[in-house]
């Protein structure tokens, strides 16, 4: 009998930054579908932290000169690179016309900049819709789903995928919602012994309300709405991330009279035990499709707060496993904030259970199921 060639699959994605979300579904992803019948081919312009000795790496950095040259000039090499390659599915996770398969890791542009400007005045919100990188941006995106090309779309939440349908059109069951993966023997809920000894190590107080705030890029994921939201209670708000505005944010934390209990520490590579000294998550993010911090945080008990405008959403119940406001609501936001039980309590064991089916198993079952029905097409 003779033996069957493996599918070979090319992930496209132009930078791989090991704290960011799409790549950790990518690296989730591969690992996943490391032991199915696939060759597994990584198209890159940078590729950083740890790779699969089976996975193929194929580098395409053009020189660029701005924001669009980036683009453009890797959407470029990396169809050349596919068109000259023939594989089987290429999967891109960048808005590049002629594509099979598109995951809309960061939703539908025009929606975060409609979104973005609610936060800024009259004039600026022209500025940023006559923008030449987001013009090109959002006709880089209608050209991929116009395309004749794409076969299907990958969403990581329900939200994405009714954005999709009314903004370009794309017909219901060619969009697949496949939520992301995580590994929830890895993030777990922390003991008392191991809360308090993280708690004393960070030096926080015991006894005190922690919120944990994760995610670099401020602005979008509503920083400013964080601090606003604890500023009048005395909780404390630990940041997790980095932002070259950073220094704004302290202002405004000392402007409101609360520095002293918003703690930034920076980017973190292992998260777990911010996690584990934490009540709860804060993330008022003004878009976000699915951020993977959601995942992880219930993973490890912590109820979530955050915006209707975040795909996340999907798995809060409000009142019961978190709270979901309006991002800019900061009366709401703060009301949520109060609802924060402290310590273990039945809210952090209803968050983790919500969790447990979002395995990597999962994951690879439907993806490899997408696969087999696009070839089949």
Known sequence: MAAVNPVRLAIVR???????????????????????????????????????????????????????????????????????????????????????????????????????????????????????????????????????????????????????????????????????????????PADAATRHALRQQADLPQH????????????????????????????????????????????LAQSLGCASRVRFVGMQNQTLSWYQLADGLLLPTLYDPFPNVILEAMACGLPVITSDSCGGQEFIVSGENGFVCNALDIPALREAVMQIPTGSSEMGQRVRERILTATPQKLSQQLVGLYHHILGK
Request: charged content about 25%; glycine content about 6%.
């Open 208 to 251: 005190a309300k922690v919120l944990i705030y994760v995610g670099s890029g401020f602005e979008r994921k509503g920083l400013a709405a964080a601090i606003r939201a604890i500023a009048q209670d005395d909780a404390w708000l630990v940041v997790v991330g980095k932002d070259k505005e950073q220094q704004r944010y302290q202002k």
């Open 14 to 188: 132009q930078k791989y930054r090991p704290d960011g979300g799409a790549e950790r579904f990518i690296s989730r992803a591969l690992e996943a579908l490391d032991q199915q019948q696939l060759e597994l081919n990584v198209i890159t312009r940078q590729w950083q932290g740890d790779k699969n000795p089976n996975w193929h790496l194929h580098l395409c950095d053009p020189t660029k000169w701005g924001r669009i040259s980036r683009e453009r000039g890797f959407a470029d090499a990396a169809r050349t690179c596919w068109e000259r390659e023939q594989f089987d599915i290429v999967q891109s996770h960048e808005r590049i016309a002629g594509c099979d398969i598109y995951r809309a890791g960061d939703g539908v542009h025009q929606r975060w900049l409609e979104q973005r400007s609610l936060l800024l005045p009259r004039w600026r919100q022209q500025l940023l819709f006559a923008s030449p990188y987001h013009r090109y941006v959002m006709n880089a995106e209608r050209e991929m789903y116009q395309s004749p090309h794409l076969k299907a779309v990958i969403c990581n939440a329900a939200m994405v995928k009714h954005e999709i349908i009314d903004t370009f059109g794309v017909a219901e069951n060619n969009i697949h919602v496949i939520y992301n993966a995580i590994d929830s023997a890895k993030f777990i």
